[in-house]
């Protein structure tokens, strides 16, 4: 039989509540499932939080960074070449007056007028445009990811903000704790009577004449000074961490970033990113060096084309006065004529150096291409691997934290009480705060490398923005 202190109805035996062992066990795995359950809701809970936050920031990054604005103007005027290039060339008109007119046999000419239109070979206007337009896309292609690093950035440098708060906030804890440890220290080394502690401990006399004295007070105070000097260099930090923040969302310097109070390992933006790792072929800059090579294909194409000869349609218009010794029918009559031109390209060593030019661009464009996608593999695999390792890092220094709290009410009640030694406590406290400094280090490295594969994927928040 096994017996509970839960409830005081059992009559074999007062106070306690009677189970049986599966009874027992029951209740145990229930009251473990409903711990499980209302702490990933909590995590949940504070994950949805804080990604409707950094979301609100990334839309503000994305609206006011004048980068970004500057490489979305870029493509704007990229495509703003493809009705250029499309276009005919402009007619040519040409007028010619005679101040002393010229004697025909139908007259006399005084003025002549002439309007041509230059047509180039067929295709060529769209092989123009093909390439402008590839080459519009290029550009986006690069807006694209600039977006996608920015995010990255405002990502890194909110979580960054995070972990500055949360040390500060760790050593000015880990300083109450020390202050609690100085006034354990007086109380032993000079009160004659029973002192309770910061902690509840009762200190009895004999407990104050133990081992310890005047040093261990001067050592916690040197540990107290040398903690609040670690606090306030931090804090002098905030400035300029805060300015970088509000420099890529384009707002003053000094204006607050507003924080999560727990930050939360975002398990959700990384197993999303690592999931991303075959669509790695669509990350803007894969796309942007395909475009490239799409758009030299369309200039190879439109060389072998302005090799081929030109030509044009158009009109001349001749202006005559009649003249006294011709008696012909014309004489006097003007003149309209039409006409048609062909431009012959003799220069062939151009036009061939042309295409070639274009084809070694595309080439470059297609090996940048292959480059570029090993990197990102190879990229991806590091930072992968960093994020398992900050994963570990989370969990391990969450169940050091909990031990090393542990550890440190065991050794205050015993110290307080002579049976642990002063050194054995500070050193447990050290670890506390070393613990505990490294969780927020391992979650602020975990939601960055998750933000940053999330990057090298291509697959950045885009939808609304």
Do not use: C
Not at 253 to 267: G, I, M, R
Not at 294 to 313: H, M, N, V, W
């Amino acid at each position: 039989m096994i017996y509970l202190k839960l409830l005081k109805t059992n009559k074999t035996a007062p106070g306690y509540f009677r189970f049986t062992g599966a009874g027992v066990l029951t209740i145990l795995l229930v009251a473990a499932a409903v711990f499980i359950l209302n702490a990933a809701e909590a995590r949940a809970g504070e994950s949805d939080r804080q990604a409707s936050q950094i979301e609100l920031y990334l839309q503000e990054a994305a609206e006011n960074n004048p980068g970004l604005r500057g490489y979305f103007n870029e493509y704007l005027a990229a495509l703003e070449r493809v009705p250029q290039v499309g276009a005919l060339p402009d007619p040519q008109l040409s007028f010619s007056y005679f101040v002393r007119p010229m004697e025909y046999m139908m007259g006399k000419q005084h003025a002549d007028i002439s309007l041509m239109q230059m047509f180039p070979w067929f295709g060529t206007l769209e092989s123009r445009k093909d390439e402008a337009t590839s080459m519009a896309e290029s550009r986006n292609e690069m807006f694209r990811d600039k977006k996608n690093e920015l995010f990255y950035k405002v990502r890194a440098a909110w979580y960054d903000l995070y972990e500055l708060e949360e040390r500060i906030a760790v050593m000015e804890e880990n300083l109450e704790l020390l202050e609690h440890i100085r006034q354990i220290a007086l109380s032993r080394f000079g009160s004659p009577s029973p002192v309770t502690s910061g902690h509840g401990v009762v200190i009895s006399p004999a407990a104050q004449k133990a081992s310890g004295g005047m040093s261990d007070v001067l050592r916690v105070e040197m540990e107290i000074n040398e903690l609040k000097n670690r606090i306030e260099k931090l804090k002098e930090s905030r400035a300029p961490k805060r300015a970088e923040f509000n420099r890529l969302l384009n707002r003053p310097a000094k204006k607050e970033v507003s924080l999560p109070d727990t930050l939360a390992a975002d398990t959700s933006l990384a197993d999303k990113a690592v999931a991303q790792e075959s669509r790695i072929e669509e990350n803007p800059l894969v796309k942007k060096a395909g475009r490239e090579a799409d758009a030299y294909e369309s200039r190879i194409r439109t060389a072998k084309l302005e090799g081929r000869p030109d030509f044009g349609i158009g009109v001349n218009y001749m202006v005559f006065s009649s003249s006294s010794s011709d008696n012909t029918i014309m004489n006097g009559n003007n003149m309209l004529m039409p006409m048609v031109s062909i431009s012959i390209p003799i220069n062939r060593s151009k036009y061939r150096a042309k295409e070639k030019e274009a084809a070694l661009l595309k080439d470059a464009a297609i090996e940048r291409k292959e480059e570029t996608v090993n990197e990102l593999y190879v990229s991806f695999s590091e930072v992968k691997a960093d994020l398992l390792d900050a994963e570990r890092r989370v969990e391990l220094y969450r169940n050091q934290t909990d031990l090393a709290k542990q550890t440190i009410e065991i050794l205050l009640s015993d110290y307080s009480g002579g049976a642990a030694s002063f050194e054995e406590l500070l050193r447990v406290r050290e670890q506390l705060l070393q613990y505990r400094l490294e969780l927020a280090v391992a979650l602020t490295d975990h939601n960055s490398y998750a933000a940053r594969l999330e990057y090298l994927a291509g697959s950045g928040p885009e939808e609304g923005f």
